[in-house]
């Protein structure tokens, strides 16, 4: 027997079975996230979704196609470009992480 109490599903023990609130905060939060990356994803770098878009409209433009050389070369710039974004966003987050813990 399920009974409902202030937003929580409890059974007939008193064990609360679902926290309804809970749930719905972390799904809001799971949608902000995928929104996020989503957002990340369509960045113009060549090695994320946004750069082959940029390369096939360039190639729209210019009416020819690039050589794989041309891509590929590309796809390592961008794998660059990422790294290095990666690696400020870590070294940010660590020093700011070093501030809250000895500063």
Do not use: H, W
């Amino acid at each position: 027997m399920q009974r409902r109490l202030a937003g929580r599903q409890l059974d007939v023990d008193g064990f609360v079975l679902v926290d309804l609130d809970r749930d719905l905060l972390a799904a809001g939060e799971q949608v902000v996230l995928v929104e996020r990356v989503g957002m990340l994803n369509l960045l113009p770098v060549p090695i994320l979704d946004g750069g082959q878009i940029l390369i096939t409209v360039a190639e729209g433009v210019t009416g020819k196609s690039f050589s794989d050389r041309t891509r590929d070369n590309f796809m390592k710039v961008g794998l660059v470009a990422l790294g290095t974004l990666f690696l400020i966003v870590m070294f940010n987050d660590l020093k700011g992480l070093a501030g809250a813990i000895f500063g």
